[in-house]
């Protein structure tokens, strides 16, 4: 398998131009049941397993399951903002310095999947209430100088959920023999 196929096992994120309601619906969904779908892959995983990793160079499964926490909380947040004010400028974070924090390298998945269940539960409250004028509301990500709609970043954290269940699988497939 290429380095590359490794990285994106699912393939780079690429927003339709046209975000149909059942595209929108489905992207609430994915997200909605992320942390039930990652408690699920990770249920009684050793010390052991954790430490795996999905590709060369990559995070190991406990760095995963930590990022998403951290992640997904910069997510809820950046829809709050973008919610409330006009077009924010957001804070990027170095997530692979973050990855590398002792609480991205805690041998205890526990409270980042409850983190995870906590925030998507608040998320996808927001989401289902939101109304198509506020899927339109924008935040600035300074990194790419661009504004994103919510209803793209919908997409794109959908997206990130599946992706990083993917890494998860994966090294799970390969025992860490990378």
């Known amino acids: 398998m290429e380095l590359d196929q490794l990285k994106y096992p699912i393939g ?24 039930e779908q990652i408690v699920a892959v990770t249920d009684g995983l050793s010390k052991e397993e954790l430490h ?3 590709r060369p160079y990559g995070w190991n499964i406990k760095q ?24 924010p400028t957001i804070k990027p974070y170095a997530e692979d310095v973050w990855a590398e924090l002792i609480d991205g390298t805690d041998d205890d998945i526990s409270y980042s999947l409850l ?9 996808h409250l927001l989401m289902v209430n939101m109304d ?11 990194e790419s100088n ?15 959920c599946n992706h990083h269940l993917a890494h998860i699988k994966q090294a ?5 023999n990378f």
């Open 64 to 87: 995963v399951v930590h990022h998403c926490a951290d992640s997904h909380s910069n997510a809820l947040i950046r829809f709050k903002l973008a919610l409330t004010e006009n077009n």
């Open 52 to 54: 795996w990793k999905y």
């Open 132 to 142: 198509e004028k506020d899927w339109e509301k924008t935040y600035f990500h300074p």
């Open 12 to 35: 780079q994120f690429n927003c339709p131009e046209i975000i149909t309601e059942d595209i929108l619906n489905n992207w609430i969904s994915e997200i909605q049941h992320f942390p």
């Open 146 to 160: 661009k504004s994103f709609t919510l209803k793209s970043v919908a997409g794109l954290y959908a997206w990130h």
């Open 172 to 176: 799970l497939l390969h025992k860490n």
């Open 115 to 123: 983190i995870l269940k906590g925030l998507h539960h608040k998320w």
